[in-house]
């Protein structure tokens, strides 16, 4: 027993109330990364300019600002910054001594929310005791400069300083964010997704609130060839081939064949890549990936009319617009309405039939849906974000979800028909999460791996979809008609009446939280501030942070992205300016520059026992007391030897 004796159980409950009184860590929430990993991996490193606060509150009074943000660009990038040190600094010994005694005096104070043993779990091993004994020194010992010299001056005399100032400035990143959260939308458009779920991987606290561009993902893994196809699509409209072939190891040459071949008569000047890099790529990759982009969007309205069609309780035969269509004068009849199509070539297309994949078109998609769900990485990372994700999360007191809870227009709850019922509000929320997890395990060739598989292609993109959160995905009309109001995607009532406090209230309570304390953090909708919107929503009750991180969306938000920060001074919101580059950061020092806004200040300082955490540890606390009793009592025999 761990426990085993009455001084074990004694000394539990007092460090169990010594981390109740400590102040609450520093939560991160960020949103809508889409494959920036540079600016993502930065933002982790600079934790939204804590770190960098924390050095200012340190040597604000002795280091001019220069000599601190070098400081801070070593905590960001060890490894990349010794480098360049080496070939610039001539007294490396006096460099390493004083760079060493600054990083203890920075990790020090962000260690000062966390107890010693909290902080010894987070010591990297190898330098674990060192480390806890330089951070744990008292300032009234006599010979703490004595004693602090011998360590550092040993350090640098048997060749260890670089790794010991690696290992301090890992240290510090880890403790500046108690709790990562992820509101949604890892994948798409940028090329480094899989870079980004590495490195949550790793990360100690993490948790993630399925976009529905991750949920695409997890479609595509799971076998989805309408899925598979948008992803395919999307990769190719964005010039990001590399994450499905390079990262992933699927290879795309089935497709690339098929698309010369089939539209080899065909310039698909609608289909050219967006954001090509002229000097990387030559006029034929360019040829090739508009082929590749034309051939597997066409193959995926094939594929969504049949899910359509399969499944009549999505209620999207709005989107069943190839049979709309007359081939011979290449126009295309919507709602009573001739519209002329912008691109006229169909080769692949059957008119009396044309959802129908035809042969070729077939044997390219059930090659690529192997390869899909046999890649291991990708196997990994959809697992990873299967498990640490969900459709809604609550924690300390905050109610996370990426997209919306479906609404009617007079701000009721709409009841959503799905699975063979109706369902609304939380409950709606909790049937996906279930049936999706619940999905993950049905065996392949099933009709029930089917059904999956086309619920995970409705939450990327169905009409009632608390993941996407629109009327309609308008992604034919885009490519193929040229009337901007066809483009329209309506917004669900939700994200109207959520500007109402008391919608917001009604939410709150809908999932079990005290609306005093409580607040909505949404992603999804980027916050056009060129246009005056703000983030803060409902008096405060909600924060949506889509502040474009994507560089796709930075000239309509105006801005790089936010990090929402909750530590136990209140909420703070980090608006981002773009980052460069990870080597003008490391070469240049130049830091992601970010505005901070205190959302709200907490009347009372928060501390761990105002927490989830500290729900936890109090339960745990009066078990541990129960046990005490009845070591005292006689009840339970005590273990001595322990």
């Known amino acids: 027993m761990r ?32 494959g920036e990993y540079e600016s993502f991996v930065h933002i982790l490193k600079n934790a939204s300019g804590v770190i960098k606060s924390k050095i200012d509150m340190v040597f ?36 390493y001594t004083l760079t060493l005694h600054r990083l203890i005096e920075v990790c020090k104070v962000s260690a000062s929310k966390y107890t010693r043993s909290e902080v010894r779990k987070a010591l990297p091993e190898g330098f674990d005791y060192i480390i806890d004994e330089l951070l744990h020194t008292q300032d009234y010992e006599m010979d ?64 993630i609130q399925w976009g529905n561009h991750d949920i695409e993902w997890m479609g595509a893994s799971f076998g989805s060839m309408a899925c598979i196809a948008n992803v395919i699509r999307l990769s190719a409209r964005y010039d990001n081939m590399n994450t499905i072939e390079g990262d992933y190891g699927i290879s795309i040459r089935p497709l690339a ?7 080899a008569k065909d310039d698909c000047a609608t289909f050219i890549p967006r954001h090509l890099d002229v000097t990387e790529y030559s006029k034929h990759d360019e040829k090739l990936i508009s082929k590749i982009h034309k051939a597997i969007t066409v193959i995926q309205f094939k594929l969504e009319g049949q899910v359509i069609m399969r499944h009549p309780e999505y209620k999207m035969d709005d989107r069943l617009l190839l049979n709309n269509i007359d081939y011979e004068r290449g126009v295309i009849n919507i709602d009573g309405t001739e519209y002329e199509l912008k691109d006229k070539y169909f080769p692949t297309i059957d008119p009396s039939d044309p959802y129908k994949l035809n042969p070729d078109e077939q044997e390219v998609m059930e090659r690529l849906r192997t390869a899909f769900m046999t890649s291991e990485r990708l196997k990994t990372h959809m697992r990873f974000i299967c498990d640490k994700g969900a459709i809604y999360n609550r924690y300390n007191s905050n109610l996370m979800f990426h997209g919306c809870i479906p609404m009617t227009e007079d701000g009721d709850f709409e009841a959503v028909g799905l699975f063979g019922k109706k369902l609304k509000g939380k409950a709606l929320l909790d049937e996906i999460d279930h ?28 009409s009632k979809s608390p993941l996407f959160g629109k009327d309609k995905i308008t992604t034919f009309e885009q490519y193929f008609i040229d009337e901007p109001l066809l483009h329209v995607e309506n917004k669900d009532p939700y994200y109207k009446n959520v500007e109402k406090r008391d919608v917001c209230i009604r939410i709150l309570k809908e999932f079990g ?78 830091d992601i520059h970010s505005k901070t806004v205190v959302l709200e200040k907490a009347g009372k300082r928060k501390m761990v026992s105002d927490t989830d955490q500290g729900i936890e540890i109090k339960e745990r606390i009066k078990d541990l007391e129960e046990l005490l009793k009845a070591y005292r009592s006689g009840l339970i025999k005590q273990n001595s030897s322990t």
């Open 257 to 263: 064949v098929f698309a010369m071949e089939a539209y």
């Open 435 to 462: 049936k999706v997890r619940q999905g993950m395990k049905v065996k392949n060739g099933t009709k029930e791996h089917t059904d999956v598989e086309d619920l995970l292609w409705y939450l990327w993109c169905g």
């Open 144 to 207: 703490k400069n004595e004693y602090y010299r011998r360590i550092v001056s040993t350090i640098i005399e048997i060749g260890c300083a670089d790794a010991f100032i690696i290992a301090m400035s890992n240290l510090i990143q880890r403790l500046a964010i108690a709790r990562l959260h992820i509101i949604g939308d890892i994948f798409d458009r940028g090329p480094g997704a899989p870079i980004i779920v590495d490195t949550l991987m790793k990360h100690h606290s993490v948790d």
């Open 513 to 590: 939280l005290q609306p005093a304390m409580s607040h909505i953090i949404n992603g999804h909708v980027p916050v056009e501030i060129k246009k005056g919107q703000s983030p803060i929503k409902a008096g405060g009750k909600l924060f949506v942070i889509d502040g474009g991180l994507s560089k796709g969306y930075q000239p309509k938000t105006g801005i790089a992205g936010y990090t929402l920060l909750f530590n136990s001074h209140g909420m703070i919101l980090a608006s981002h300016e773009p980052f460069e580059s990870k080597e003008k950061a490391v070469r240049d020092e130049i």
């Open 3 to 34: 426990y085993g004796n009455s001084r074990k159980a004694s000394e539990e409950i007092i460090n169990l109330n010594a981390i109740l009184n400590l102040p609450k860590g520093t939560e991160h929430f960020l949103s809508d990364i889409h």
């Open 60 to 95: 604000e009074n002795t280091l001019p600002e220069s000599e601190r943000k070098s400081l801070a660009t070593l905590i960001y990038y060890p490894e990349d910054k010794l480098e360049i040190i080496k070939q610039n600094v001539e007294d490396m010994r006096e460099w």
